[in-house]
């Protein structure tokens, strides 16, 4: 499967829609989930053109991949979850029940996860 430039989330990162941003540095942008499950649910994605862990794993740079995972912890410890404990999650294809072909992982914490 290629990369589709019109799913929401590359939209959101060129800025032609409007997010709720948590955080951002050179490869993460994380921001509020328009529909959250949780007290806390923020969509971590890469700025990179990735559909989903697959995709990302076999072709992101090291640096990505390090800074993936480090957004995810920095914002665990910005919403204030990390001390309470919270989950992660990432849907991977029709199956998995992934709505947006673009990798992205959902921080969820504030609650029972």
């Excluded at 990179?48 to 991949?65: H, T």
């Excluded at 912890?73 to 990390?82: E, F, L, P």
């Excluded at 849907?91 to 947006?100: C, L, T, Y």
């Amino acid at each position: 499967m290629a990369y589709d430039d019109e799913n929401i989330f590359a939209k959101i990162l060129r800025g032609e829609i409007p997010c709720d941003k948590v955080f951002e540095d050179d490869y993460v942008l994380a921001f509020n989930d328009i529909s959250p499950q949780r007290p806390v649910h923020v969509l971590v994605i890469p700025k990179g053109r990735y559909i989903d862990v697959d995709d990302f794993a076999a072709n992101a740079s090291d640096a990505e991949i390090a800074g993936l995972f480090r957004a995810v912890g920095q914002v665990a410890q910005m919403t204030g979850v990390s001390d309470d404990g919270y989950r992660i999650l990432s849907n991977i294809g029709a199956r998995g029940h992934q709505e947006v072909p673009h990798l992205h992982i959902h921080l969820f914490g504030g609650a029972d996860t």
